[in-house]
């Protein structure tokens, strides 16, 4: 399906929880009244004025948007490089999609108790750093002719690293920009620019790759990236950093945030729902681009476009979600949009019977899939960060992505054994079975009794 995914998650993949604004996906008004919100904004509750007028925002948003889409350029290059010229085995494919997302297992939890003590933003500034760095390598060791799989694992391990400290990140600096009332609007844009950029990065992707190879395309992320680097020097955040008094040892801090996550029963379902849904859809698109590029005999430019004509889906998700819940509700809004996107999930593997008609069903998979994800990602991300205490924002998103994305490098390497002994299309009737099922948690619960989901913790 959070978010807030590679970066970290598989090609063509829109997790919940997967967008860096998350939810996955990926992602408000505190607990404890007015002494939570947004330090230095205590007089600005009531004001709503647009966030068009906002250039603080503006600056980081602008800077996120180039980021995206250099994301997306890349999301289709490594897995093309991996599998065309480096001809990549399903197994390998499988470790090299592990590898984005082992981060989120490994260290997932220890950073969001470190970036709740230090400053978001600057956090994210060495990010994007390192993960410009890390990737200007493989067209380096490509342009030398010594590029190996070995290089593209250990550089999506690095990228995966500096992506978990800059998500985590992203997710809990939007309440120190924005008024609280403005916090599902910042959302919004955020997911819609995240859908453009998957309607415009593939495109751009594919159309590199065609024009000057997999290699030298991941050279206009990095330049996007460095982008991403600036705006956030320009930007400026409200934050105040936590006292040195508020601060226990880091496991006891961990321990809080997830306590805080597991102990409210309507977060509890949902993050249920997204960490199944995550774990069978990263076993479908970790073997996307062998069934697309192999089963299939499609192009990289073809994949291009099926990626950005299903990414518009996920676009209309992010415009539609506020109507969406004024209508259904907040609350109801959730379980509809998660049986969506499991049933749009089935279409998948559907594909390879009929082959002659494969090209505008996938598309047409994908547009549902992600109108669905976006309509549950922006919902559900403006209650945690709405229910949650500034101090225990990283705590709780590192712990959600724990969960959510935790998953991922197992789903990924299950993937790679799949497909080599029971083969793709298979391991892709797996995936799906499993994504539709995945939305049990939330089907089955109090979601349909409510309308508005609550303001505190429960």
Request: glycine letters at 10%; charged letters at 10%.
């Amino acid at each position: 399906m959070s978010q807030s995914q590679p970066q970290a998650t598989p090609p063509g993949a829109t997790p919940p929880d997967a967008t860096p604004p998350d939810a996955t996906p990926s992602t408000s008004v505190r607990a404890g009244g007015p002494s939570a919100a947004t330090p230095g904004r205590a007089g600005d509750a009531g004001r709503t004025s647009s966030l068009w007028r906002d250039a603080n925002f503006l600056t980081l948003w602008s800077g996120q948007a180039l980021a995206q889409v250099g994301s997306q350029v890349t999301e289709l290059a490594i897995p093309v490089l991996a599998v065309l010229l480096l001809q990549a085995s399903e197994f390998e494919v499988g470790v090299l999609g592990a590898a984005g997302v082992a981060a989120f297992l490994v260290v997932g939890l220890p950073a969001g108790a470190w970036i709740d003590r230090l400053r978001k933003r600057r956090v994210m500034i060495w990010a994007d750093a390192v993960r410009a760095v890390a990737l200007l390598v493989v067209p380096v060791l490509w342009w030398a002719d010594v590029l190996a799989m070995w290089h593209l694992v250990l550089v999506a391990l690095v990228v995966g690293v500096a992506t978990v400290f800059f998500d985590v990140s992203y997710q809990s600096l939007i309440p120190s920009l924005v008024r609280p009332s403005q916090i599902a609007e910042a959302n919004g844009k955020l997911e819609a620019t995240g859908q453009l950029a998957n309607i415009a990065g593939p495109a751009v992707g594919g159309w590199l790759i065609g024009a000057i190879m997999a290699p030298l395309a991941i050279v206009a992320t990095v330049a996007t990236y460095l982008a991403s680097f600036v705006a956030l020097l320009l930007t400026r955040d409200h934050e105040v950093p936590r006292a040195a008094d508020d601060r226990a040892p880091i496991g006891r801090e961990i321990a809080e945030g997830l306590r805080w996550v597991f102990g409210n029963p309507l977060l509890r379902r949902i993050v249920g729902t997204t960490g199944i849904s995550n774990f069978f859809s990263t076993m479908s698109f970790t073997l996307l681009p062998i069934f697309l590029l192999r089963e299939l005999g499609l192009s990289p430019v073809e994949m291009g476009i099926i990626l950005s004509l299903g990414s518009v889906g996920g676009l209309a998700g992010a415009i539609a979600t506020p109507h969406i819940v004024r209508r259904l509700g907040e609350a109801r809004a959730i379980p509809v949009s998660a049986i969506a996107f499991g049933l749009a999930a089935l279409v998948l593997p559907l594909a390879a019977a009929v082959p002659t008609i494969a090209f505008p069903l996938l598309v047409a998979q994908l547009f549902v899939g992600s109108f669905a994800v976006l309509v549950y990602n922006i919902t559900q991300v403006t209650f945690r960060q709405r229910i949650t205490p500034t101090r225990l924002l990283g705590r709780m998103n590192a712990s959600v992505r724990f969960c959510v994305w935790g998953v991922m490098p197992i789903a990924a390497l299950l993937a790679g054994g799949l497909g080599t002994w029971i083969g793709v299309v298979p391991t892709l009737w797996a995936g799906a079975a499993g994504q539709l099922l995945s939305t049990l948690c939330v089907v089955i619960g109090p979601f349909w009794l409510l309308r508005r989901l609550p303001d505190g913790g429960s």
